[in-house]
């Protein structure tokens, strides 16, 4: 599996105002915890050197019992230094992830088995797997789930948050670099937990409204094309959306324009013609365990289906 | 026992035995046994991961692979090898001959094997649970995991957990009933007090997960509706449940160990424990705080900012108690004069280890870190700290350490050395690269993944960790069966240790002691080898006399009792928080209820205590009781007659456990209930034969029965109160 053109998660990268908040107070926290650490491993190998017996001791030494003022001290300074990091918690908690209010979103994230669908209510667009967000704006993200447990993990961007059928949930993202940011399931969610990623990219207002405008429009390919056909006739239009076409499926992935998209099947290979084909010619291959029936294609069937969805841009 | 301990079948002595020496080894054979298959799961994972994209796995064998790792090592591996030591070593160091209830004890064990089979047996019926081993729903549900491996795990958990809450008792009243002279609470060795507050853990605990599987089980299988948000139940409840005992379990698996460290450091320093009453104390204050902290694992699910802070406030206090006791240890050493035998070894490493394990688990009481590395490999490196470098390390130390008296030989030095440094590379190779897998993005549970910078590298300095502790495990089984061969003979006390244990032969005869020591302290055997100083003049233990020892059936009823109820209260509150969510389908279940038909055969119910206590009351004043005990039984007989009555109707008007939400909990809580009042019919009948046939105990037993009776009354009550009078 490649993956050219993505950002990779770094260590503590801080690419908004939620990811820098929580990398700054990891930084304090893990200073402060290492340190602790520190302490108690140089008092632990100090003991094996200086207390270790000699050779052939057999006196007994010097019997202690306890202390009650060191009791107090490695009580009290404990509790000091976890009262400071309560504080940064609870700091921390309120400017990460500070509560939803009863504003509309800005996205809808659904997870569901094994890919994301995203919606952006107050333009009407519906999209899957990858998505933009304007640098520099504070996002509010509702998140769903269709099925099961999921959880939406971009952590260049922002901490994750579940989602639970039924138990609606929230994130919010200021972006402050653009890029591109990979996203994972962190909640397992079945047999194929381990591909499901999306795509945010991050770019200027401009750039983004001009995305969302492309987004809005509907597909227009030619809809006399083989490929069209097929697509009705053999069903995959009662799971997949086309906007604009007669297909108005929603348990797949949204196609209207999949051809824009980088990556297939949930970020698992890149989108070119030849993995289209792979992908219709044998899901399993790539995906095994993934609602996407086989439907024994002929080769013929494939091109014909391939070059329809090449043209979904 | 004498015809059963001289019989010349090997298989007889150990399959009929009732001696907590030899349970006890039975359930450290058994622990190992699935330690070594938990352990293939683990290097069949690490070998997935070897490399992005692998095939060695398809995802649905390895699902089932770290659903079973999990389970496997949790609930067949450290919790037994913990009860196994405790069942040892437990009566030993208060100076009893057995355990308080031998043959529950022996039951105990073998319903640990039997779960364990149970659960493996799965792989050959349609496949192993492959949800996780905390089964998180609606993941569980049958439309998304279709085969009966849930069912499985449902079913090998409840049978486990019923041997575990039979020990946790048995612990319980074996500690207050069975203490030699001299050896009050206060004197009680450290194991033995971590495992006696341990018990109350486990009785306290289990039952909260038994309801939740039981729910799991009638949602699964009946189609009912309590986690199923499709069908209108809570997954958030589920996680609220799973967790009320997942936390505290793991204060079960942590607790002992920090018991066998407290042994170990002090023999080998040769220096009594530092501070004995602030471990003690800290021990209490863990487990009173282990049940309010559960909601640390719910973070990311969206509860609130003003629910996350209590919860990471309770976490974070909880590290308090255990810092105390890291502290205590390292005191131990101070100006000991320290023996690195093997054991000792073990017991150094796990104070690193551990403080790593638990350093980290602070990092997760800060809410906004924990939003970034829950669910990915941060916190697989957390768990296998505080559980493999934590629990399992003590656990080594111990086997070093107690091996010598089980068996009488000494296990090798040699090989114990191999064993140790493999083990600590190993470990450290393996998990340290995790915490940094976490950090730069790797989800957990992934069967594979993508080709990122940096994470095969680091994948693979995990398997080849992995591969070590291969090895180790290895040399430490070579060393097991070579060391009972040919080990040097140990004799009484090879370690010249100071608790009572080492006061006997190893291994001990089949009554313990053939003459227990003057015990005025916490190290009898110290004062005896220094006269000129014993702990008395340095520290006061108290009066030999104090400590009372109690009464063994009324504690053992109340203790049960006790577990029980935690059970009732799950399922009570399993129905409260369902019937607030409101349904048509559930207001019509609601109004086919009959509460004054209901409230007669409560009157019935609460009648035959009155019986009941009428029966003991004529026993006590010389008279048989046998007619009061007969009418309550026929009182308790009617009762249930009525319940059938009621459900026959319901089922009639078509409302069954999967019409509502109120119909779900409703049959499950009275059905949970009728179910006890059978058990308590069937109890008070056996009292009955052993007074007609007047064979000894009897008396004793009703008067743990009626307890029993008294209390399934009192839960009807508020049972009746909530479900049928409240609206």
Known sequence: MDCAGYNQPMLLASNSIQAAEVNTLFIWVTATCGSIFLIIGIGVIFCTRRFAAKPGETE???????????????????????????????RGMTRVLPERGTGKPDLIVTGHQWWWSIEYPEHGVITANEFLIPVGKKTLIDLESADVIHSFWPPDLCPKQDMIPGHPSHLWIEPTKTGTYIGVCAEFCGTQHANMRFEIRVVPQAEFDQWIAEQKKPASPSTTSKGAELFNSLACADCHRINGTSAAGVTAPDLTHFASRSRLASGT????????????????????????????????????????????? | MDALTQSPSFLYRWTATLDHKK??????WTSLFFFGIGGMEAMLIRIQLAVPGNTLLSPEAYNQIFTMHGTTMIFLVVMPVLIGFANYFVP????????????????????????????????????????????????????????????????????????????????IVTVLT??????????????????????????????????????????????????????????????????????????????????????????????????????????????????????????????????????????MLIAIPTGIKIFNWIATMWGGSIRFCTSMCFATAFLVEFVIGGLSGVMFAVVPIDWQVTDSYFVVAHIHYVLFGGTLFAVFGALYYWFPKMSGRMLSEKLGKWHFWLTVIGFNMTFLVQHVLGLIGMPRRVYTYADNPGWALLNQISTLGAFLMFASA?????????????????????????????????????????????????RPLWDLANPDRPDSNFINTGTSEESPRLAKPRLTAALFIASETIFFIALIVAFLVFTFKKDTAGEFAQSSLDPMRTGIFTAILVLSSFTLWLAERGMKRGA????????????????????????IGLLNNEVTINSSLFATSFFTLTGFHAFHVFLGLVALGVCGFLLIRKKPGGHAALGGVSLYWHFVDIVWLVVFAIVYLKP
């Open chain 1, 60 to 90: 007994e030494p010097h019997q202690t019992y306890g202390d009650r003022r060191l009791e107090w001290i490695w009580t009290i300074i404990p509790c000091l230094i976890l009262i400071a990091l309560g504080i940064a918690t609870v």
């Open chain 1, 269 to 313: 290979i890149p989108n070119t013609r030849e993995n289209i084909e792979r992908w219709l010619r044998d899901p399993d291959s790539i995906k095994p365990g993934s609602h996407m029936p086989d439907y024994k294609l002929s080769e013929e069937d494939i091109t014909a289906l391939t070059d329809y969805l090449s043209t979904l841009k």
């Open chain 2, 23 to 28: 349970i006890g080894i039975l359930y450290l």
């Open chain 2, 92 to 171: 030993l160091m208060i100076g009893a001959r057995d355990m308080a209830f031998p043959r529950l004890n022996a039951m105990s064990y073998w319903l640990f094997l039997f779960g364990g089979l149970l659960l493996h047996f799965s792989f050959f019926a349609g496949g192993a649970p492959a949800a996780g081993w905390f089964s998180y729903a609606p993941l569980t549900d049958t439309s998304f995991s279709s085969s009966q491996g849930v069912d499985y795990w449902v079913l090998s958990l409840l049978v486990l957990g019923i041997g575990s809450v039979s020990t946790g008792i048995n612990i």
């Open chain 2, 178 to 315: 069975l203490r030699a002279e001299g050896m009050t609470m206060r004197r009680l060795p450290l194991f033995a007090w971590m495992f006696f507050i341990n018990a109350f853990l486990i009785v306290l605990a289990m039952p909260v997960l038994n309801a939740s599987i039981v729910m799991l089980l009638i949602d699964r299988q009946l189609d009912a509706h309590f986690f199923f948000p499709s069908k209108g139940g809570s997954a958030v409840v589920w996680q609220h449940f799973f967790w009320m005992f997942g936390h505290p379990e793991v204060y079960i698996m942590a607790l002992p160990a920090f018991g066998m460290i407290s042994e170990i450091i002090p023999v080998f320093s040769r220096k009594p424990i530092f501070g004995y009453t602030f471990i003690a104390g800290s021990t209490v204050a863990i487990a009173l705080l282990s049940f309010g902290v559960w909601a640390h694992h719910m973070f990311a699910t969206g509860l609130g900012t003003s629910f996350n802070v209590v919860f990471a406030f309770g976490s």
């Open chain 2, 474 to 522: 290895i040399v430490l089984i070579w060393n097991l069966f070579r060391s009972l061969k040919y080990g040097k003979p140990a004799g009484d006390n090879p370690w010249q240790a100071w608790t009572l244990e080492w006061a006997t032969s190893s291994p001990p005869p089949p009554e313990n002691f053939l003459r227990l020591p003057p015990i005025n302290g916490r």
């Open chain 2, 624 to 647: 048989s009781g046998k007619g009061w005990l007969a009418a309550t039984i026929v009182l308790g007989a009617i009762f249930l007659g009525g319940q059938a009555v009621e459900y």
